[in-house]
């Protein structure tokens, strides 16, 4: 009977294992494959983003909405969008020309808020990267052929972001966690906010912290999120999850 019993809990084991093995690519943590951020057709949003592009049926690619090996954004039109870094960038960069920066209301020049908006800047390229889509202001499936000259590779699609997943909308970052500004020189002056050196509350298995996080100093829409979907431990692409807020309090000293 006991054997019997263990061969059966043998089975459930490996039953569950495979299901999750199949659900694996959406977990986080476990790569870009089949995540939101996987707009391809076979394993990713089924097409749903391809509007006004020909689907890519034959290779069915993941990078390339936002990656190519060949003909990517040149540097000088990276330079005329405003970007600084565009790691092989192959989607059509954001159009907004002027951002709204986050702006809690305060008037107080003596408050230590005052001091961030002071130091407030436009998103840095990593976010403007994101924001290539998010804002709105490109569609989604707007890419390939920089310049390149090779006929029809170049997609442009028609459906564009939008609802939650919009975010900057219009350019319109106010209303967002502050992100394109100096992280140290905020920390050297509120004592609230813990030093860049610490880990990363929560589940963080690779012990990144604040600093790795950073872009020049600057913390931006990558600070929070892993657009790979690598080395997060939280859906959404954050870096921890935000249970019992230990994405906040990584930073806050709250
Ligand atoms: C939805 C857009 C998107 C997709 C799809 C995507 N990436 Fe990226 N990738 C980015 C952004 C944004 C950055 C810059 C942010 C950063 O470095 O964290 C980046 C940075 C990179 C970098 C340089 C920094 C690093 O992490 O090494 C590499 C290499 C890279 N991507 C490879 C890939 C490969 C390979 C794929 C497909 C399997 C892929 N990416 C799919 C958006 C994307
Ligand atoms: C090529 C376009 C593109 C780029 C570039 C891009 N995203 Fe996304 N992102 C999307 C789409 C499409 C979705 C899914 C929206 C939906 O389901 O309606 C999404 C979803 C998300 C989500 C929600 C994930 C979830 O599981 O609900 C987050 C968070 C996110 N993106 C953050 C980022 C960040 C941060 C960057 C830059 C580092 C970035 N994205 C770059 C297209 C993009
Ligand atoms: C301070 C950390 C932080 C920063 C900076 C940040 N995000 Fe997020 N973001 C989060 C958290 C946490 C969530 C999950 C919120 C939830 O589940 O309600 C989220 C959710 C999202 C979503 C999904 C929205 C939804 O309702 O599901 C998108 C898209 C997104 N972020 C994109 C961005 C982009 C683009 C930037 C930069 C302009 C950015 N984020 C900057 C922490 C951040
Ligand atoms: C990577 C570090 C980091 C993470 C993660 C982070 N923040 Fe922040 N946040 C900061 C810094 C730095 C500031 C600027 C604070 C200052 O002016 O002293 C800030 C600003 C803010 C402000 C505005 C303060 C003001 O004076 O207007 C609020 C509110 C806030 N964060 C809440 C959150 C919440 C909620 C989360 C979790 C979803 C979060 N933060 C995650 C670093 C972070």
Known sequence: MKKHISLLLLILGILVMSSTMVMAGADPGTGIKATSHDLSTAT???GAWNAGVAADPTLDRICIYCHAPHHTIKAADAASAGLTYYPLWNHDPSTTATWSLYDNGL???NFESQRLQAVLTDPGSVSKLCLSCHDGSAAVSSYGNYNSGIAGSKHTGTKFIDGRFGIGLGGDLSNHHPIGFDYEFVASI???????SNALLGDNPYGITIRELLFGDKMECA?????HNTKNTGTKFTWVADTNSNLCLSCHAK
């Open 223 to 227: 600070t929070c999120h892993d657009v």
């Open 44 to 46: 990713g949003r089924g």
């Open 190 to 196: 509120d004592d609230e906010i813990r030093d860049s």
């Open 107 to 109: 008037d107080d020049s």
